[in-house]
């Protein structure tokens, strides 16, 4: 009989001793826990916050007896591994047990970053069952603001559900845009939306001091704050790991192969501890997320009990939910892309998430990034009310699928009026990618100003009560329905036309470049330009 022992017991490690014991009846598994519960839904934890799930024993999905009963688990919770002994092939709790294993897993997810600033022991954190009871505890019924650190998911989802406690809540972010995996024109309108909830979000802004309650920042300003949650973010809990001598990416993460194995053939590591590969670049990344710990969990178990498989690489699929809107990325944004001095093309659409003419049509905000070169999908976002999912995991399966950006207009998706369009928003993605390829011009949002000043006339071509009610400074008025009779005023011209979300530039231009005119579309038109950061005039 071997021994496998897992260090962690959240996700990854529990997909991985459920999975061991559905492989092999015999073997012994034990699991440590260094908190004091096992398999709890982490994702949850904010929600219980708010009562949105109102009851704590929701979120609790196993425990060691019920692991126990039905998979002969040696589950030990409150229990920390301290030491590893390689040569002799053992771990060592807190206790001061010494443990030995033929297999070793490592899965002790990530420990909040907290930075060294002054009062930042006041400060709360979110990652276990724990920690959302000593939240809880924390929300007296004289706590009345709250100063959240840190614009990432965990920050946003605990300012929605503090909202919903009717306390009044500040985001401080860092850094020039918060949901840092989306680019900062779609991170926009999630601020916007926020906004309009009531909760209060300062970008740009760094944390001074944490007072006793208040929260002081660089630049003077002094933000109310009876409660404080940092929400910086999360670093790879690799200390174990490094001081056993296992080898320790340049990220923090512990290095593994394809089969997840560490620098040592007998011990395996995953979750958010561990590097993953990215799936655009092939290089070593972090990524934190339960579908990627669970899958790779099954995998080590099945690696373990004799099968030769191995990961695919990760796309880094998230999606965040903030008041009924719904944000999502997967893969590269264009700000990574362009960094990576990548060639691209980027398209905006801003699409109803189903038929417009039946009721309930949402606007749906999409981005596809395409590599130029090849027509691979390297990346997309979208923001919306309704369908944002649906679309972000076909464009996600497309691309796991090895599909590129004109493939998209080729899909065959499900439609009805109640669920989408005959063109779903997923096709006119690969629709204006084609008519790229084909070489239509576009501009983006960001590269408006320079293209105006380099000489190109700035055409507003929707209708004239569109134009008089809003319009980007510059622009004069052609509408696309007179365009025809209008053209010799361009006669010399180039033309760089846009309308509400692209749809009528896009006629513009294919009707100017019949008629001789050098004219481009600007991506996504008005709607893009208007969310984005910048002076409007």
């Avoid at 706590?143 to 929605?160: C, R, T």
């Avoid at 080898?247 to 394809?258: C, F, L, R, W």
């Avoid at 070489?439 to 949002?445: D, F, N, P, S």
């Amino acid at each position: 009989m071997t021994t496998t022992v897992i260090v962690g017991g959240v996700a990854g490690g529990m997909s991985t001793a459920a999975r061991l014991r559905r492989r092999d009846e015999e073997m012994e598994i034990i699991v440590l826990e260094a908190s004091g519960h096992v398999s709890f839904a982490n994702c949850g934890l904010p929600y219980h916050v708010s009562g949105v799930i109102p009851e704590r024993q929701s979120l609790l999905l196993q425990t060691p007896e019920s692991l126990r009963a039905r998979f002969n688990l040696d589950v030990r919770v409150n229990t920390r591994a301290t030491a590893i002994d390689r040569a002799a092939k053992t771990v060592t709790t807190d206790t001061g047990e010494t443990i030995a294993y033929d297999h070793l897993v490592l899965s002790p997810g990530a420990t909040p970053v907290i930075p060294p600033i002054p009062g930042i022991e006041r400060a709360l954190h979110l990652r276990t069952v724990e920690d959302v009871d000593v939240i809880n505890a924390a929300l007296t019924p004289e706590v009345k603001s709250v100063a959240i650190i840190g614009g990432g998911f965990i920050g946003l989802e605990m300012a929605e559900n503090l909202r919903h406690r009717d306390l009044e809540v500040t985001i401080i972010e860092r850094a020039p845009q918060i949901m840092a995996p989306l680019d900062e024109e779609m991170a926009a309108i999630v601020e916007k939306h926020l906004a309009g909830h009531g909760v209060q979000v300062l970008t740009g802004a760094d944390t001074e001091t944490i007072a006793d309650d208040t929260l002081e920042l660089t630049d003077g300003r002094t933000i109310p704050a009876d409660l404080v949650i940092a929400s910086i973010g999360v670093r790879p809990a690799s200390e174990l790991a490094a001081e056993a001598g296992l080898e320790v990416g340049e990220h923090g993460g512990i290095k593994v192969d394809e089969q997840q194995r560490t620098s040592d053939p007998a011990i395996f590591a995953l979750g958010d501890a561990a590097e993953k590969a990215d799936a655009v670049s092939g290089e070593d990344t972090l990524v934190p997320l339960a579908q990627t710990a669970n899958r790779h969990g099954r995998l080590v178990a099945d690696v373990i009990t004799g099968r030769d498989v191995r990961r695919t690489t990760t796309l880094g699929t998230a999606i965040v939910g903030l008041f009924g809107l719904a944000a999502a990325s997967v893969g590269w944004n264009e700000r990574r892309a362009r960094a990576a001095g990548k060639n691209i093309r980027v398209i905006h659409v801003h699409p109803a998430d189903h038929a417009g003419y039946y009721p309930g049509a949402e606007t749906l905000h999409l981005k596809l990034v395409v590599d130029a070169d090849t027509d691979a999908i390297l990346g997309a976002q979208g923001v919306g009310m309704a369908g944002v999912d649906k679309r972000i995991d076909v464009i996600a399966t497309a691309m796991r699928g090895g599909l590129n950006a004109t493939d998209l207009a080729d899909l065959e998706l499900a439609y009805a009026p109640q669920f989408g369009s005959a063109k779903d928003p997923v096709n006119f993605l690969g629709y204006v990618n084609d008519n790229m390829v084909a070489g239509e011009r576009t501009v983006q949002w960001h590269e408006l100003e320079e293209t105006v000043a380099d000489g190109w006339t700035l055409i507003d071509v929707r209708t004239p009560g569109e134009f008089a009610k809003s319009t980007i400074p510059g622009a004069v008025n052609i509408p696309v329905d007179e365009m025809r009779e209008r053209v010799e005023e361009l006669r010399g011209n180039r033309a760089l036309v846009f309308c509400r979300v692209g749809l009528r530039g896009h006629v513009a231009v294919t009707l100017l470049e019949h008629h001789g005119v050098e004219a481009a579309n600007l991506d996504g038109g008005f709607m893009t330009w208007e969310y984005a950061p910048h002076d409007q005039g």
